[in-house]
């Protein structure tokens, strides 16, 4: 049996809410098999921590400031590749879901999974295993099977996108920009109703627009229409 069998998973736990943040560190620090060694509550300090304590895996949020959770699985994939990116959020949508398992992900959960689902996971995604959420699954699966065309997306390839915006919100800010409502553009992105909601609150706050009529303006100024 090899020292990896022995000893306890060493993982880094990265979400920018604090109450989740430190809820996971307490969670699973209280299980035998599983020490927490760091904790993240942006993108780069993801990055600063694993380059740091050297974990087994890190538990990972997407929609984080600075460095969303995509673009981390993307850099540990490249500069960390032994480390086992298994990501935990409240988004189950394709395009998210998509995107970073071809980032480099090895395993996809959403916020309902109990501690030992996380763990198992985690000891799984560290032995080389793909685990996805049953929500995922059933996600990619209809994502598959939809005849419809891909939805459009921002003219932002090559660049930064301004103040902090994720691909997903910039996306959902362009189709704000050209008149589609909430309800159309969770159609036309497979999102649920509260999920564009959410990104639509996360738009304002970055913009500092305080109406939809000001996050249009916002879009139109910064060529995201």
Avoid: C
């Avoid at 740091?52 to 699985?73: K, Q, R, S, W």
Wanted: hydrophobic share 45%.
């Amino acid at each position: 049996m090899s020292a990896q069998d022995t000893r306890p998973l060493r993982i880094v736990v990265a979400d920018d809410q604090a109450s989740v943040r430190e809820g996971l560190v307490l969670m699973l620090d209280l299980l035998p098999d599983i020490d927490v060694v760091g904790s993240a509550a942006n993108g780069q300090q993801a990055l600063d921590q694993v380059a740091e304590h050297h974990p087994d895996a890190i538990l990972l949020d997407l929609h984080m400031p600075v460095l969303d959770g995509t673009e981390v699985t993307r850099r540990l994939t490249a500069e960390h590749p032994e480390v086992a990116v298994v990501v935990l959020t409240t988004y189950a949508d394709d395009t998210s879901v998509l995107e970073t398992l071809r980032a480099g992900a090895r395993a996809y959960l959403t916020k309902d999974a109990d501690r030992l689902h996380i763990a198992r996971t985690l000891h799984s995604a560290v032995a080389g295993l793909s685990v996805l959420d049953p929500r995922v699954q059933a996600t990619l699966l209809a994502a598959a099977s939809a005849p419809t065309a891909p939805p459009p997306e921002p003219d932002t390839a090559g660049r930064p996108l301004p103040d902090g915006l994720t691909r997903r919100e910039a996306e959902i800010l362009t189709l704000m920009a050209r008149g589609m409502t909430n309800a159309e553009i969770a159609a036309t992105l497979f999102l649920s109703g509260n999920t564009v909601k959410t990104h639509i609150n996360r738009v304002f706050t970055k913009t500092g627009s305080r109406d939809r009529v000001a996050a249009i303006r916002y879009a139109r100024g910064h060529g995201l229409d």
